[in-house]
């Protein structure tokens, strides 16, 4: 039962807006919560670290990093796989996946992100058959670098695909979210590189993890500091601990990834160490997001606040005439 | 064409609920009881196309000297009942119909927004993307639903079932222009009959949503109803949100360039 009066927000929410002038209808959320299962974080992991391993893989590819690139290509045909299963089945309606195809919209960015893994999927896939089978390698070197050029698209749209929603705190968080995803998708695929190959031969994927991880934590400043009231979303509750986690984790497996592949002696057993950190980083991440926007949903305050304010200083210059449509 | 609902005159007597759902044979939506004063519903749902809500305020209001219905025993009332019937907004800038990305969601001869339930594949990016909660994914077939502002009757010149049913008019029908004209003169009725909080919400075309499709005259602040005070479809920020996409994006593949530079080790 919806209990009456319930007040939104989490177990150790901190109330942060100042609740004296909120008003909502029985505390209950005035937008929906969304309707996307566990399936969607996990394919904002999995697509990023597919995207960002494609990039690796064309430059490993071409600065001689082979045995890199091959890992990164197996790495992102598997991810781009296991993404698309996951897009399929969290559809309410699974065997109509393909009336996605039946439009283009730029306005939708799922109708967008539908067409670019069009293009992406079958030339990550190729990419990889031609690296493990040794097949074909002119198509597969082409492949490798259209995958190059698609898999920055697959990292960084999904931000969008939250940002254009009504859910307070993905949309505050439009301008930051794209550099937190393609700075999470980097950490992901310099994890993977970490943990599948030799750390003599794994210095890109070291490198990139420690660009990734400074763009993550910096986008997560920023939206601390920035989008307004929805920042204590992603402060506060089980949203606020999975990003702790992941931040834990993106430093400490850059750290860790950039002692064992560039500096001293290389550790192979601390370089995988490093890499499941990084990946688990990525996914914590993904999942913390994911859940502040739940959790800015189903409590009023956040789409009411910001709303309010908008309003207030509307009106406060102008003096808005009373009685007509808006407030 | 669209809805006028003026909650100053809604009686809370749930016709118009009943009359949707059977006309639109809309499923069962759970039995409850929520403690809600007389709302039981809830909420607009993909199974609830039309929500009366019910407020009970304990402020003391005074009385309108025109309010011919008051007892005067009572004296100033200390207790406010505001009920209204809530629908879907038909956005003109909709971002439902913005962000579905099988084309299932569209803009009617008559102006208002409809999912064809044949193409619908449940995605659920229209429920995250309304910015009222409006619309819903169904459990029992995973598709998208929401009022359709009758669309199988306006094709036969009739009003909707709810307009149809609410007996007190509550709920008007008609083309919005003449609409917004009989709520302006309406609310400024209500105005001067001693309640000047009336105000008008989703009439005006300059709003976030370029004007809703169906309107409200209410008695208090929208979001004492459940309602967005200003809301802004999200599609309006859509270009700076792809343009920050593809900066990260450029920026990823240089970090990736980047790391691959230096050689061999």
Known sequence: MPAAGRRGGEKGDKQVVPPAELTSYYGLPVVKETVWGPAIPSYLFLGGLAGASSVLAAGAQLSGYLELARAAKAGAAGAISLSMAALVDDLGRPARFVNMLRVFKVTSPMSVGTWVLSGYTPLALAAAASALTGNLPRAGLAATLGAGVLGPAVASYTAVLLGDTATPGWHEAHRELPYLFTGSAATAAGGLGLVAVPPRAAAPAARLAVLGAAAELTAERLIDRRIGPAAAAYRTGRAGALLRAGQVLAVAGAAAGAGAALLGRPSRAAAVLAGAALLAGSAVTRFGVFEAGRASARDPKYTVEPQRERLREAVSPAAGAPGSSGT | ?265
Request: net charge negative.
């Open chain 2, 1 to 265: 064409m669209g809805f006028f609902t003026d909650t100053s005159v809604c009686i809370g007597c749930k016709a118009c609920e009943v009359a949707c759902k059977e006309w639109n044979a809309v499923p069962e939506d759970g039995l409850l009881l929520t403690g809600m004063s007389y709302d039981n519903t809830a909420g607009l749902s993909a199974s609830t196309w039309r929500h009366v809500a019910f407020i009970e305020q304990s402020a003391v209001v005074p009385r309108p000297a025109a309010d011919t219905w008051a007892d005067p025993a009572d004296g100033d009332g200390d207790l406010r009942w505001l009920m209204s019937s809530d629908v879907c907004k038909h956005c003109t800038e909709a971002a439902c119909l913005d962000v579905c990305p099988t084309g299932a969601l569209m803009r009617t001869e008559f102006g208002t927004v409809v999912v064809q339930d044949d193409i619908c594949n449940g995605c659920g990016y229209c429920v995250s993307a309304c910015p009222f909660g409006v619309i819903g994914r169904r459990e029992t077939d995973g598709g998208a639903h929401k009022c359709t502002l009758c669309y199988d009757r306006l094709g036969d010149g009739l009003e909707p079932a709810c307009a149809k049913a609410c007996p007190t008019d509550s709920i008007q029908f008609g083309p919005l222009d003449e609409l917004r004209e009989v709520a302006q003169q309406r609310v400024a009725e209500v105005q001067d009959s001693g309640r000047p909080e009336a105000r008008l919400y989703g009439a005006d075309p300059a709003d976030g949503i370029g004007g809703a499709g169906a309107f409200f005259l209410l008695l208090d602040r929208p979001e004492v109803y459940g309602l967005p005070p200003d809301p802004v479809v999200t599609t309006r920020d859509l270009p700076r949100m792809w343009r920050h996409a593809g900066i990260a994006a450029v920026g990823l593949a240089a970090a990736a360039v980047a790391a691959c530079r230096g050689g061999r080790a």
